[in-house]
């Protein structure tokens, strides 16, 4: 069974940095994409950043900048960078995995990590 399990995550005061991990276990088939979501109370998720398989990379307008998406060689680990932190960024932050298994899609999330920022 695929796990994810994220790690990185605490309090920080505005402009401060921190540096989300998330660690694939059990995978099967070939990876698709990684990426970083985020749920602030009262709202929906969203992408925080993702990772392709090719390497390529996409941010959310707010985060431009400032934050960076990473993964390891052997594409079982993704990171995020996080820095000049905003009171805005504060939110839970969930690790998603996309993998291809066969020609069937299948979606893996964490469990999500707590990002507080104080102004």
């Known amino acids: 069974q695929v796990r994810l399990m994220e790690s990185g995550g605490g309090l920080v005061q505005a402009g401060g940095s921190l540096r989300l991990s998330c660690a694939a276990s059990?995978?099967?088939?070939?990876?698709?994409?990684m990426g970083w979501y985020r749920q602030a109370p009262g709202k929906q998720r969203e992408l925080v950043a993702e990772?392709?398989?090719?390497?390529?990379?996409r941010y959310a307008d707010t985060v431009k900048g400032r934050f960076t998406i990473s993964r390891d060689n052997a594409e079982t680990t993704v990171y995020l960078q996080m820095n000049s932190l905003k009171p805005e960024d504060t939110a839970v932050y969930y690790c998603r995995m996309v993998r291809m298994v066969g020609i069937v899609q299948r979606d893996y999330w964490g469990q999500g990590t707590q990002v507080t920022v104080s102004s």
């Open positions: 990772i392709r398989s090719s390497g390529t990379t």
């Open positions: 059990g995978t099967i088939g070939i990876l698709n994409s």
